[in-house]
C-alpha cells in the first residue's frame, strides 16, 4: 500500500497514482551515493551526514532498508527504491560491503539503477580496499559498471585521497579539530608529537585523541609530556632512539631500545627480522640525508632537488618520497644522521647485511634471532 500526501505521482512499485510529499518534489536528484575509498572513519560520518539528510529518524524503519552485500541481489535493491517514502524526504536502500555482491548481480544493478525514481536514493559502502603489488585486490570494490553509471545519476564519494603532504595536513587540521572540540589547546609541538606516534587515520586518531582529552582532566592544555605519557611510541621511533644511542657510542641505552622494541612483538623468530628491516631502512633514509646535504641540498621538496641527483636514491625507501608523505620526519633523520660518519655508516651497512644473511641462515653458528641482533646493535655502537 502507497500512501503519501501531496501531489499525485506515478508509483513504481504498483503503476497507480498517489501523491508525492513536498520534500520528493524536486525533478532531478542525487538518485545513488558510492562511498569507497581508505579512510573508513571519514566513510562513516559521510554515512551518518547522507542518512540524517534523507531520513526521519521517526520513521527510519519504513523508510530505509539495509543490506549487506553478501546477500543483497538488483531485484531486491531496485523494490526498495521503488517504494515511495512514508514520512521522509527519500526511502533509501543502504547496502554495505557492496563489493561482496555477486558479480552477475552488480552488473545487473548497473543496468537497472537508471530506473530509480527520483523518490529512492542507494547508498552502496565498500571498505578500504584490500592492496596488492599496489593495485587493488580483485573483489575489493564494486565493478566498474557499477561506479559509471552512479556518476551519471549520482555521486561517488572516495575518502582518504589526501597524498604526502596535504594527508599529512588534513591529519593536522582533523587532530586539532577534536582537540578544539573538547576545549582543548595542544601545545604545537605536542601537536607534532602526537601525529608522529598515532598517524593519519581518522579513526585512531579519534580515539588516542579521547585518551588525551580524559588524561587532561580539568586542564585545558595538552602538554609533550601528557602526549608521552598517553600515546605509546611507534616501533619507528625507538629505532630511531636506537640510533641515536649507537651513534652516542652508548651500548647500554642502543640496547634497551632494542629490547623494547621484542618486548612489543610476539615471537623473536618473526620480531628480529621486521627490527632488521626498520633499522636498514633507518641506515638507508640517513645516508641519502648525508649525500643530499653534502652536494648542497637544503630543501627536500622534490622540485627544488636537480634530476642528477634524484636518479641517485633508490626507489624504496626514497627519502624524497618520505619526507612528501611525512615532513616531520626531516628533524628527526637529520638529528640521526649527523651523529654518524659516513664511515660509520658504512660500517653499519655491513654488519647489518651481515645480520642479514646470519638471519638466513646463510652464514655464522648463532641461530637465535634476538642474541644475533642484539650482537649486530653491539657492534654498531663500537
Not at 89 to 103: Q, S
Not at 130 to 150: C, F, Q, T
Not at 253 to 258: D, N, S
Request: hydrophobic letters at 40%.
Amino acid at each position: 500500500t502507497c500512501i503519501l500526501m501531496g501531489l499525485p505521482i506515478r508509483c513504481a512499485t504498483c503503476d497507480n497514482s498517489h501523491a508525492m510529499s513536498p520534500a520528493a518534489k524536486t525533478s532531478k536528484q542525487t538518485r545513488a551515493y558510492l562511498l569507497t575509498g581508505d579512510d573508513d572513519f571519514s566513510k562513516q560520518r559521510k554515512l551518518e551526514a547522507l542518512l540524517a539528510e534523507l531520513i526521519d529518524p521517526d520513521f527510519a524503519d519504513f523508510d530505509l532498508e539495509r543490506m549487506e552485500g553478501d546477500t543483497a541481489a538488483a531485484d531486491r535493491i531496485m523494490a526498495g527504491l521503488g517504494i515511495p517514502p512514508f514520512s521522509s524526504p527519500r526511502r533509501v536502500v543502504l547496502v554495505k560491503y557492496a563489493n561482496r555482491m555477486d558479480e552477475s548481480e552488480q552488473k545487473k544493478l548497473a543496468s537497472l539503477l537508471p530506473q530509480t525514481p527520483n523518490a529512492g536514493c542507494l547508498i552502496l559502502v565498500t571498505p578500504a580496499a584490500e592492496i596488492k603489488d599496489g593495485k587493488p585486490r580483485k573483489g575489493s570494490e564494486v565493478v566498474a559498471d557499477v561506479s559509471r553509471v552512479i556518476r551519471k545519476i549520482g555521486e561517488v564519494i572516495k575518502t582518504g585521497q589526501e597524498k604526502g603532504a596535504a594527508k599529512t595536513t588534513a591529519a593536522r587540521q582533523f587532530a586539532q579539530s577534536l582537540f578544539s572540540d573538547a576545549g582543548k589547546k595542544i601545545d604545537p609541538r605536542a601537536l607534532s608529537d602526537f601525529l608522529q606516534r598515532v598517524g593519519s587515520d581518522h579513526l585512531l586518531l579519534t580515539s588516542e585523541a579521547a585518551k588525551l582529552i580524559n588524561y587532561a582532566g580539568d586542564s585545558t592544555a595538552i602538554k609533550p609530556s601528557d602526549v608521552a605519557f598517553v600515546t605509546s611510541e611507534t616501533p619507528e621511533e625507538k629505532v630511531f632512539k636506537m640510533v641515536d644511542a649507537v651513534g652516542a657510542h652508548k651500548p647500554a641505552e642502543a640496547m634497551r631500545y632494542l629490547n623494547e622494541l621484542f618486548d612489543a612483538g610476539d615471537q623473536s623468530a618473526a620480531d628480529a627480522p621486521k627490527v632488521l628491516a626498520n633499522l636498514a631502512r633507518t641506515f638507508r633514509l640517513m645516508w641519502q640525508y648525508k649525500m643530499l646535504s653534502g652536494r648542497g641540498v637544503r630543501n627536500f621538496n622534490k622540485g627544488s632537488v636537480p634530476a642528477e641527483l634524484q636518479a641517485l636514491l633508490p626507489s624504496n625507501p626514497n627519502l624524497l618520497d618520505v619526507l612528501s608523505r611525512q615532513a616531520w620526519q626531516e628533524r628527526r633523520i637529520q638529528a640521526s644522521a649527523s651523529r654518524l660518519s659516513q664511515e660509520q655508516l658504512i660500517r653499519g651497512f655491513d654488519a647489518i647485511a651481515r645480520a642479514d644473511a646470519m638471519l638466513k641462515g646463510i652464514e655464522g653458528g648463532i641461530q637465535e634471532p634476538r642474541m644475533i641482533m642484539e650482537l649486530l646493535v653491539l657492534e654498531l655502537a663500537k
